[in-house]
């Protein structure tokens, strides 16, 4: 057809078109000319063009699937010549910005119009920055607001490159932005619920922190409890035994023997209650306390002589204490008492007989000394307990449960401490940490 028309009216000929040779498809460009008058002859030239148009072909469809991945990410190109001005910028950038397609413009004041009255001042200072002379910028990357014509505001993030020639100017800024609205809405929900969550969370742990408040309140009311009922189960039976006492005292006619034995029974239950009130008030550590320098060792050597006959034919006494042994700077009087009730307590846990080990030792500021057992144990329930007034494992009527409790007063208001290791059927280890006599070289 283009040929015949070529004929008919004169002029150039040209078209493109597929011809089969050598067994397979060409695509061709032909061009002619028509020479005028009575039609002789038609000069012109074929060339094939399989190959470039194969490319071009494909160059085609690749920019196409380029679009459209454009047009689904929401992402624009744009390409600007920092020496004229001259901006081009694709269709998706446009699109995005909610305007039609424009192949070029001058400037940047148009781009600045756009942005949200928030972020104009920003996004142009840092825009400009980048692209000075001298500045010495390559990459440039910021986000900002832009307003549509309809009044949507959206979240642009822009990344770019700015090529510079050897002087250091900026020749021309190429890059894309990318419509980051969604993913930061996204953001800004996780972080509000983030913050919702933390919130949840510290009111959760101040409720948590109150329930636990509140269990320590039983737990101390309740020991209170414990600590009030004992008490006064022993003072009621001390109280009874010195008011019979005094009763029979009134009566007429009493003989001395019976007056006697009496008074005995007043005078014990009298020094039982006072025995009472001094480990309760080193318990609290509120007892009365002279410390002075003394030798831990020998006070410790001269006990051991006294609870040997006192452990009895089943119980092997091993005292392990250093000649080089600290002095020790606490009260010895209270620490006498500690010891033996700690030494109670390990031939009381040794009921078929066992070894208890009395040994001594430095460490650091202070002197230490153990009382091991090798008896039943304690569970870790009991352990933790302990050391609390009037708690005990004995059968009723044997010991008032404020032996240890004495021993962790003494320590605490002396300025050491006491610790229990302990597990059942590996015996018990009580440590006793008092403050060494720093005076004494």
Known sequence: AAFRAALRGGGEFRAEYRLRADGRWLRVVARGEYLGGRAVAFRG???????????????????????????????GGFDIDLRTGENQRSAEYMAVQGHPAVARSEGHRDWVSRLHPGDRERAERHFLDCVRDGAGVRDYAQEYRIVTPSGEVRWIAARAVVERDAEGRALRMEGAHL???????????????????????????????QARAEVRQGERLAALGQL???????????????????????????????????????????????????????????????????????????????????????ITLVVEVPEALPRAFADPGPLEAAVMNLVVNARDAMPEGGTLTLRA????????????????????????????????????GVGTGLGLAQVFGFAQQSGGAVTIESAPGQGTVVTVALPADQTVA
């Open 361 to 396: 030792w430095s460490e650091g500021a202070r002197v230490c000394l153990a009382v091991a057992d090798t008896g039943a144990g304690m569970s870790e329930e009991v352990r933790l307990r302990a050391f609390e007034p009037f708690f005990t494992t004995k059968p009723e």
């Open 179 to 209: 419509d980051v609205t969604e993913l930061r809405a996204a953001r800004d929900a996780l972080a509000e619920s983030e913050a919702r969550f933390r919130a949840l969370a510290e009111s959760r742990a101040a409720e948590l922190e």
């Open 228 to 314: 009030t009922g004992g008490v006064a189960h022993d003072f009621v039976n001390w109280l009874q035994v010195m008011m019979s006492g005094l009763a029979l005292l009134e009566r007429e006619g009493l003989d001395a023997p019976l007056r006697e034995q009496v008074l005995d029974g007043m005078h014990q239950a009298a020094a039982a209650a006072q025995e009472v009130c001094g480990r309760l008030l080193a318990f609290a550590r509120r007892q009365p306390l002279s410390p002075e320098s003394f030798d831990l060792r020998a006070r410790l050597l001269d006990m051991a002589a006294l609870l040997r006959r006192s452990l009895g034919p089943g």
């Open 45 to 75: 030239i074929a060339l094939e063009v399989t190959a470039r148009r194969r490319i071009q072909e494909a160059l085609e469809r690749s920019e196409a699937r380029l679009r459209r991945v454009q047009e689904i990410g929401r992402v």
